[in-house]
């Protein structure tokens, strides 16, 4: 089965771009199956991440907050498991 965890912050007004290089430096070790990295309006940026696992799979590595420098609230995360398209 595999996981995806979600991972969005707002970046501190006028920091949007800041954000987004920090988010995409970031090492996950090990590294996931896949990673998408994304931007929207209002300096949103969304990270995607691919596991091999379960949904409950424990201690799968996640981007950490960073930081109110950069942040202007906490990081939302979300956890999601692939299930079977029926198409």
């Known amino acids: 089965?595999?996981?995806?965890?979600?991972?969005?912050?707002r970046a501190v007004a006028g920091k949007g771009d800041e954000?987004?290089?920090w988010a995409t430096r970031q090492p996950l070790d090990p590294a996931p199956l896949r990673r998408?990295?994304?931007r929207a309006p209002e300096d949103?940026?969304?990270?995607?991440?691919?596991?091999?696992?379960?949904?409950?799979?424990?201690?799968?590595?996640e981007l950490p907050e960073p930081g109110e420098d950069?942040?202007?609230?906490?990081?939302?995360?979300w956890r999601f498991e692939a299930?079977?398209?029926?198409?």
Do not use: C, Q, S
Request: proline share 4%; glycine share 2%.
């Open 70 to 77: 950069l942040a202007r609230r906490a990081v939302h995360r």
């Open 19 to 21: 954000l987004l290089a």
């Open 83 to 87: 299930v079977k398209d029926e198409n």
């Open 36 to 38: 998408e990295t994304f």
């Open 44 to 61: 949103r940026v969304l990270v995607i991440t691919w596991w091999d696992g379960a949904y409950d799979t424990p201690d799968l590595p």
């Open 1 to 9: 089965m595999t996981v995806a965890l979600m991972w969005e912050a």
